[in-house]
Each structure stands twice: as C-alpha cells, then as structure tokens.
C-alpha cells in the first residue's frame, strides 16, 4: 500500500462533500462520478497552487467548475430536472418501500416520511442551479456566506440574495406540491 | 406581501449571517410583527427539510477508484522507486539534466545582474537631467499661460465645478479648494501638455500674480514641498495622494508654501 501524498490526505477526506455537490448540480449521479474523478485529478495537478489554510473552498470550487463544464456540453445550464435526481432509490434501500416499516412505527408513517423526503428532493431538483447550488452549499454542507461566495466567485450579497430567493422558491414549490395553504405566499 | 423591506433579510437572520445590530433590531420586529415570524418559521422549515436530506451517498467503489486514478497521476508525474530507472541510466540523465538547468540560471542571474547596472547607470546619468528638464517644461507651460487670451478653460472660483470638470479628462482626482478668503480666489482649471503627458492646471491668484497648480498621477510616495528657483519664478514641488503638485509663479516662495498648506 503506497503511502498517501499530502494532497490525498487533505482532498480524499472531503470526497463525500464533493460527489454530493456534484449530484445537487448535475442531478445525476454517472455524471457527478465522472465530474468527481474529473476534478479531483484537476485539483491534484494543479495542488502546487493551493496556497490557502482551508483546501475545502478550493476543492469544491474545482467541483464546482467541472460540473458546470458538464452542464454546458450538455447545452443545459439551467433547470435540470431528473427523475433520476427526485425518486432515485438509496443504495440501502432494498425492495419495496413496505419492506422500510419493518422497523419503523407502522407502514403508513414510513411512507409518508418517504413521501415528503421525495418531494423536497424533487422541488430542490427543479431549482435553478444558480439558486440550488447555494442552498445546497448552505443547508447540506453547512456553509458560511463567506466560504460559498469563495466557490462560487460572486460577492457574499450575492450569496445571501440567492440564498433568500432560493428558500422562498423552495417554500413555494414544497406548499404547492404538499396542497398547503400558500396564501400568505411571496 | 407583508414587510418587503425585510423578506430579503429573514434568511440571512436565520442563517446568523447579519451583523449583531442588524440582526438584534431585526429579532426585535419579528417578535412584533405576525407575518414576518410566520415567513421565518417557514424558511426555517425548509430549511430543515432540505437539511435533512443529508448528502447525496456515493456510489459504491468510488472511493476506490479515485483512490487509484490519484496514484496513477502521481506515478505518472513523480516515479515512485521502483519504477525509476536503473541506476546507470539515472546517472546518465540526471546530472545531464541538472547541468543544463543550472547553466540556465547562471545566464538568468548573469543577464539580470547586467540589466541592472545597466538601469542604474542610466538612472543615475539621466536623473538630475530629467528633473530640469521637467521644471522647463513646467515654467514654459507656465509661462504660455501668462501669454493666452485666458489662462483657464473651465473658469469658476467653485471647486465643484472644476473638480468634476476634469474627470474623464485626466487619469487622475485633484485637490480643488477655493480660497478667496485666505486671498487665493481660485481662477479654473485647464489641461495642458508637460514633458508629452497630459496634466491638469489649477489657476489660482495671489494679488496680481497668477499661480498654475500643475497635478499628474504618480505612483511616488507622499513627499512635503520643495521649493526650486528657475529664472527668477518660484517652483514649489509635493506629492500627496498618489498626485504630484507643482505650484508655479513669480510670487514670493513663502506665500507659494502658504498656498500648497492651505490646498
């Protein structure tokens, strides 16, 4: 077993974080794989260059930029919406979604938890990229304004505007697929 | 839609990403305003939705593919031992390699090292020259002013009209002030040519002498003022704010000083 260099201790560590970002901009999981490899390679080459403390930033950036390379070979930038993306089945899944209440409480709250999980991935799914990848970076890697304006290369008003725009769609499109009452809506 | 002033800045309080006053007053205007705590509670809920689905899980063998396309990639750019070359071929290229890159910079530090003497000798011959050269220049421009119709081109005693009046004309923003009242009415402005670059000319007066305020862009550091003598006209000299100043007039150096104080 060959020892790892600094830079696979440093980036390996953080590949979950990656494939996830990837997916939430790609919503595609082959895609995010070949992005992931693709950017990862990239960041190593170019690993003399990482003069930060914090290789997080610079990393997903590179992600960051790899899957939008993707996104434009695809002549898609925008509201890429999978099925793929909003009813793919977790790889711990198995069988039936019955077969997921063998522990749970009873079959009908599980498929009511497994209902909702579907909708909110599929009304993250249908959010502009501009909009989901700072939400993404916010709610799912738990981010600063600061550190998501450094991946994303825009100003940290920007950040929070989209962010807020974001959320407000998100609430949107959840209180529309749930039947809520949406009266008070933006 | 209620409150539109704050809607933009709920998610930002939610997130803890306002500065303490702004996030303090606006804790206080929720807890009094029913539709901006229901907008929070909402957001926050999405929040937590979303948060909830946690990170999308790789899929299997990932990890240990990128694993290895890192280790070819590092093979491929620094071989490991045991796939360097034998010794007596290492000891072929190596040295071979190292010479020649040494050599390159013994000519870099050689070439480098000329260049410099080189620069230092011209600095040194061409310095003081440049320096009267620049001061003619200055007292000609001076003293073509005197000899127009109208020494300015922008006339108004308000430093608000001239100042603006020079941008976009001049890569550069220079102190314009007034000062009737200390007995320099300020005349206008003016652009004019010194050693081939475009300068501003601030017109200033002093009884009946007329003052020209020659300003141009440096990079030079801040200096205080130095008063040169060239045919019987006073040169007073400084640089503040990235703008070098030259005042020119046949008044008295003193009062030319009390002028650069006062600017």
Same mark, same amino acid.
């Given at each position: 077993?060959?020892?790892?260099?600094?830079?696979?201790?440093?980036?390996?560590?953080?590949? !979950?974080?990656?494939?996830?970002?990837?997916?939430?901009?790609?919503?595609?999981?082959?895609?995010?794989?070949?992005?992931?490899?693709?950017?990862?390679?990239?960041?190593?080459?170019?690993?003399?260059?990482?003069?930060?403390?914090?290789?997080?930033?610079?990393?997903?950036?590179?992600?960051?930029?790899?899957?939008?390379?993707?996104?434009?070979?695809?002549?898609?930038?925008?509201?890429?919406?999978?099925?793929?993306?909003?009813?793919?089945?977790?790889?711990?899944?198995?069988?039936?979604?019955?077969?997921?209440?063998?522990?749970?409480?009873?079959?009908?709250?599980? &498929?009511?938890?497994?209902?909702?999980?579907?909708?909110?991935? &599929?009304?993250?799914?249908?959010?502009?990229?501009?909009?989901?990848?700072?939400?993404?970076?916010?709610?799912?890697?738990?981010?600063?304004?600061?550190?998501?304006?450094?991946?994303?290369?825009?100003?940290?008003?920007?950040?929070?505007?989209?962010?807020?725009?974001? +959320?407000?769609?998100?609430?949107?499109?959840?209180?529309?697929?749930?039947?809520?009452?949406?009266?008070?809506?933006? | 839609?209620?409150?539109?002033?704050?809607?933009?800045?709920?998610?930002?309080?939610?997130?803890? !990403?306002?500065?303490?006053? !702004?996030?303090?007053?606006?804790?206080?205007?929720?807890?009094?305003?029913?539709?901006?705590?229901?907008?929070?509670?909402?957001?926050?809920?999405?929040?937590?939705?979303?948060?909830?689905?946690?990170?999308?899980?790789?899929? !299997?063998?990932?990890?240990?593919?990128?694993?290895?396309?890192?280790?070819?990639?590092?093979?491929?750019?620094?071989?490991?031992?045991?796939?360097?070359?034998?010794?007596?071929?290492?000891?072929?290229?190596?040295?071979?390699?190292?010479?020649?890159?040494?050599?390159? +910079?013994?000519?870099?530090?050689?070439?480098?090292?000329?260049?410099?003497?080189?620069?230092?000798?011209?600095?040194?011959?061409?310095?003081?020259?440049?320096?009267?050269?620049?001061?003619?220049?200055l007292l000609s421009a001076h003293l073509r002013s005197l000899q127009q119709e109208s020494p300015i081109?922008?006339?108004?005693?308000?430093?608000?009209?001239?100042?603006?009046?020079?941008?976009?004309?001049?890569?550069?923003?220079?102190?314009?002030?007034?000062?009737?009242?200390?007995?320099?009415? &300020?005349l206008?402005?003016r652009?004019d040519?010194?050693?081939?670059?475009?300068?501003?000319a601030?017109v200033y007066k002093r009884?009946l002498h007329l003052i020209n305020?020659f300003?141009?862009?440096?990079?030079?550091?801040?200096?205080?003022?130095?008063?040169?003598?060239?045919n019987g006209y006073n040169?007073?000299?400084?640089?503040?704010?990235?703008?070098?100043?030259?005042?020119v007039s046949d008044l008295?150096?003193?009062?030319?000083?009390? &002028?650069?104080?006062?600017?």
């Amino acid at each position: 077993m060959p020892i790892p260099s600094r830079f696979e201790q440093l980036a390996l560590p953080h590949q !979950e974080a990656a494939f996830s970002l990837a997916f939430w901009l790609l919503n595609s999981r082959a895609d995010a794989e070949d992005v992931v490899q693709e950017a990862f390679l990239r960041a190593f080459r170019a690993f003399d260059g990482f003069r930060g403390e914090d290789i997080r930033p610079w990393l997903f950036a590179i992600v960051r930029n790899a899957a939008y390379r993707t996104l434009n070979n695809r002549q898609r930038t925008a509201n890429v919406i999978s099925l793929d993306a909003a009813f793919h089945r977790r790889e711990g899944d198995t069988g039936t979604p019955l077969d997921v209440a063998a522990e749970g409480p009873s079959v009908e709250d599980a &498929l009511i938890r497994k209902a909702e999980r579907d909708l909110v991935r &599929l009304a993250l799914a249908e959010l502009p990229t501009a909009f989901r990848e700072v939400v993404v970076l916010r709610e799912i890697e738990g981010l600063s304004y600061r550190e998501i304006s450094e991946i994303t290369g825009t100003a940290v008003g920007t950040v929070m505007s989209r962010l807020s725009r974001g +959320r407000l769609l998100l609430r949107r499109a959840l209180a529309r697929k749930t039947g809520k009452d949406c009266s008070h809506a933006l | 839609m209620p409150c539109d002033r704050h809607a933009h800045l709920l998610s930002a309080y939610l997130d803890r !990403e306002l500065p303490d006053d !702004e996030h303090e007053a606006l804790a206080r205007h929720i807890a009094d305003c029913p539709d901006c705590a229901t907008l929070v509670s909402d957001l926050r809920q999405t929040s937590s939705a979303v948060a909830g689905l946690g990170r999308e899980p790789m899929p !299997e063998g990932l990890s240990q593919r990128l694993r290895q396309s890192l280790e070819q990639a590092s093979d491929a750019s620094a071989p490991s031992p045991s796939q360097r070359p034998v010794p007596a071929l290492s000891a072929a290229i190596v040295p071979r390699h190292w010479t020649a890159s040494a050599l390159m +910079r013994q000519a870099a530090v050689l070439v480098f090292a000329c260049l410099l003497s080189a620069l230092a000798t011209w600095w040194f011959v061409t310095g003081s020259a440049r320096d009267t050269l620049l001061a003619r220049d200055l007292l000609s421009a001076h003293l073509r002013s005197l000899q127009q119709e109208s020494p300015i081109q922008v006339a108004s005693s308000d430093a608000h009209t001239v100042k603006p009046w020079f941008a976009g004309k001049v890569d550069f923003s220079p102190e314009v002030r007034d000062l009737a009242a200390q007995g320099y009415p &300020l005349l206008g402005g003016r652009l004019d040519t010194i050693a081939g670059r475009r300068v501003g000319a601030l017109v200033y007066k002093r009884r009946l002498h007329l003052i020209n305020v020659f300003a141009w862009a440096s990079d030079a550091p801040d200096t205080p003022p130095t008063l040169t003598m060239r045919n019987g006209y006073n040169l007073l000299s400084w640089i503040r704010g990235g703008v070098v100043y030259t005042a020119v007039s046949d008044l008295d150096g003193d009062e030319l000083k009390q &002028l650069s104080q006062m600017l």
